[in-house]
């Protein structure tokens, strides 16, 4: 029977641990501290995967590594280069594909849908960072010494997401309590709902015609900011939502050091962003849930 390993036990290393074992596949879960849900086919180890010879260790024999693991955000330029580089030589010593879980920080700001093929342009720190690390796995990949592939992301959706909109508007929209958004609230938007990021992920460590490419999550909607939290009020009966837009320099004056870091990323929200997953939808099969499914599923989620 093969086996996967998958760092980071945040909702998406949950959500792809799950997937993988619930499909009957062995899935080595490593955390610092050995957390992550119970399951009979998940085997929770406790590891450092900046560690290169400790996750080489636990990676032999392994049909993929997929990475769902991530510093806290504003520790990102210190502590994402070694864990990549822990990655991708436990990823070269034992032959296992590399997963990574990406996001649309590298292409910089884009007029128009992201495709997977737009050159990385990067104007922030963490938008070079990313685009950095994935060339670093493509040039492995290149070279023959490891078979890479990076699944991107937009702004996570659903129970538990890890997103600014999760962190700030969804509470707010579900207490009926107003709340600030930096950003063009009637834009288009493209949202990356947890179950489908696991679901690409998956697809890309089975899938032959996945290495060495970028591979955009489908997405559950691309409705605006506004409209998103008008159908999550609808949903769970709350409301009509108070939302308003803010400057993102007014987040990083609320003393907060995460929200700090969002102003550099300002470019994602002031505009239309769209993913084109044509290519994910075709090659990997991979389909979006519905969106009305995800806001179910958040409304159940925040219920006693």
Same mark, same amino acid.
């Given at each position: 029977?093969?086996?996967?390993?998958?760092?980071?036990?945040?909702?998406?290393?949950?959500?792809?641990?799950?997937?993988?074992?619930?499909?009957?596949?062995?899935?080595?879960?490593?955390?610092?501290?050995?957390?992550?849900?119970?399951?009979?086919?998940?085997?929770?180890?406790?590891?450092? =995967?900046?560690?290169?010879?400790?996750?080489?260790?636990?990676?032999?024999?392994?049909?993929?590594?997929?990475?769902? =693991?991530?510093?806290?955000?504003?520790?990102?330029? /210190?502590?994402?280069?070694?864990?990549?580089?822990?990655?991708?030589?436990?990823?070269?010593?034992?032959?296992?594909?590399?997963?990574?879980?990406?996001?649309?920080?590298?292409?910089?700001?884009?007029?128009?849908?992201? /495709?997977?093929?737009?050159?990385?342009?990067?104007?922030?720190?963490?938008?070079?960072?990313?685009? =950095?690390?994935? /060339? @670093?796995?493509?040039?492995?990949?290149?070279?023959?010494?490891?078979?890479?592939?990076?699944?991107?992301?937009?702004?996570?959706?659903?129970?538990?997401?890890?997103?600014?909109?999760?962190?700030?508007?969804?509470?707010?929209?579900?207490?009926?309590?107003?709340?600030?958004?930096?950003?063009?609230?009637? =834009?288009?938007?493209?949202?990356?709902?947890?179950?489908?990021?696991?679901?690409?992920?998956?697809?890309?460590?089975?899938?032959?015609?996945?290495?060495?490419?970028?591979?955009?999550?489908?997405?559950?909607?691309?409705?605006?900011?506004?409209?998103?939290?008008?159908?999550?009020?609808?949903?769970?009966?709350?409301?009509?939502? %108070?939302?308003?837009?803010?400057?993102?320099?007014?987040?990083?004056?609320?003393?907060?050091?995460?929200?700090?870091?969002?102003? @550099?990323?300002?470019?994602?929200?002031?505009?239309?962003?769209?993913?084109?997953?044509?290519?994910?939808?075709?090659?990997?099969?991979?389909?979006?849930?519905?969106?009305?499914?995800?806001?179910?599923?958040?409304?159940?989620? %925040?219920?006693?």
């Amino acid at each position: 029977m093969s086996f996967h390993v998958v760092t980071g036990a945040g909702p998406t290393g949950t959500a792809t641990a799950l997937l993988l074992a619930g499909s009957g596949e062995r899935v080595r879960l490593v955390t610092r501290r050995g957390t992550g849900p119970e399951h009979p086919g998940i085997e929770r180890i406790a590891a450092d =995967a900046t560690d290169a010879d400790a996750l080489t260790e636990l990676a032999e024999g392994a049909l993929s590594l997929v990475n769902c =693991a991530a510093p806290p955000y504003h520790r990102w330029l /210190t502590e994402f280069p070694p864990l990549a580089a822990g990655l991708l030589t436990a990823a070269e010593r034992t032959g296992a594909g590399y997963v990574m879980l990406g996001n649309v920080y590298g292409y910089g700001p884009v007029d128009g849908p992201l /495709t997977e093929d737009l050159p990385a342009a990067p104007t922030s720190r963490k938008g070079a960072l990313r685009a =950095a690390l994935w /060339t @670093e796995a493509l040039v492995a990949h290149r070279a023959g010494r490891a078979r890479v592939t990076e699944v991107r992301a937009s702004d996570f959706l659903g129970r538990g997401a890890t997103s600014l909109f999760g962190f700030t508007v969804v509470p707010a929209v579900l207490a009926g309590e107003p709340v600030g958004y930096p950003a063009d609230l009637d =834009a288009p938007h493209s949202w990356s709902h947890l179950g489908d990021v696991a679901a690409t992920l998956v697809a890309a460590a089975r899938s032959g015609a996945s290495w060495g490419r970028a591979w955009h999550v489908p997405s559950t909607s691309e409705a605006s900011a506004r409209e998103v939290a008008r159908r999550l009020a609808a949903a769970a009966g709350a409301p009509e939502p %108070a939302l308003t837009a803010v400057a993102p320099a007014e987040l990083a004056q609320l003393g907060d050091e995460i929200l700090a870091e969002v102003e @550099e990323m300002a470019y994602l929200y002031d505009r239309p962003l769209r993913l084109d997953s044509t290519r994910t939808e075709e090659v990997l099969g991979v389909t979006a849930t519905p969106f009305e499914a995800v806001l179910d599923e958040i409304v159940r989620g %925040a219920r006693p």
